[in-house]
């Protein structure tokens, strides 16, 4: 059966997961991850996509990420996954694939989820007990979003920039942030779209992709959708 293709609006932003196969760490040591990094920012620059956070964990990547063209978000992780395996590969004298199958992506509703999700992602060394702050990690855009460190891979986001007038304000405010926890419901609702790689999203704005895609973009209700015509003519037949 043919895979359905991903759910990409130029300019909207996305949430993608690129995970090691098997789980397995693609990440060994300091200089593993500059050279991601280092061909992340080329990937889009070449292919017109902004990163705004970024995390790099050991055995896994998340990005929020904005393409502005339909093929830009492909190209761009196709380009990245190409270079790095090559290099990964060499540098620790094996062969064969890195990755586990297709990234993941979520399309993300930037009013309601798009700085929930810079959090997810720079909390996400700390709910591993990696570090006891995301400050102490120097692998995410924490280092950028929240202290002002020179990071040329970030583009902040309009609902980042709309946090103060000058970088100062902003980067307090990103940090005020930190003082809350996001809730079980929203985590859960994170993880579930971007496992599935379904839209997250208010239901407005599930509506709104769906209207533009044709699309379904979320997950029917249980029992199905009780009002499709397809839902009523499966029931009628089933009732005999």
């Not at 909390?123 to 929240?146: D, E, F, K, Q």
């Not at 003082?179 to 579930?192: A, F, M, V, W």
């Amino acid at each position: 059966m043919a895979r359905l293709p991903r759910f990409v609006i130029p300019g909207q932003p996305q949430h993608i997961i690129i995970r090691g196969i098997n789980r397995d760490p693609v990440f060994y040591r300091d200089e593993d991850y500059r050279f991601y990094l280092e061909k992340l920012q080329q990937a889009c620059d070449k292919h017109h996509c902004e990163v705004h956070a970024y995390v790099l964990m050991t055995n896994h990547v998340h990005l929020l990420l904005t393409p502005y063209s339909e093929q830009g978000m492909g190209k761009a992780i196709q380009m990245l996954g190409r270079y790095y395996v090559q290099y990964f590969n060499y540098r620790n004298q094996r062969t064969g694939t890195l990755w586990e199958g297709r990234y993941k992506a979520t399309l993300i509703d930037s009013e309601r989820y798009l700085l929930t999700c810079y959090r997810y992602f720079e909390l996400n060394p700390v709910r591993a007990n990696m570090v006891p702050h995301p400050s102490a990690y120097p692998w995410s855009s924490y280092g950028y979003n929240a202290l002002g460190h020179t990071d040329i891979l970030v583009t902040p986001h309009t609902e980042y920039l709309q946090l103060g007038s000058n970088p100062e304000q902003r980067q307090l405010a990103y940090r005020g942030l930190f003082k809350t926890h996001i809730t079980e419901k929203t985590l859960s609702e994170i993880r579930d779209a971007s496992n599935k790689a379904w839209v997250l999203g208010s239901i407005q704005f599930k509506q709104e992709i769906e209207q533009i895609l044709n699309r379904r973009v979320s997950p029917l209700t249980k029992g199905g959708d009780r009002k499709s015509k397809a839902y009523r003519d499966n029931a009628k037949i089933n009732r005999y």
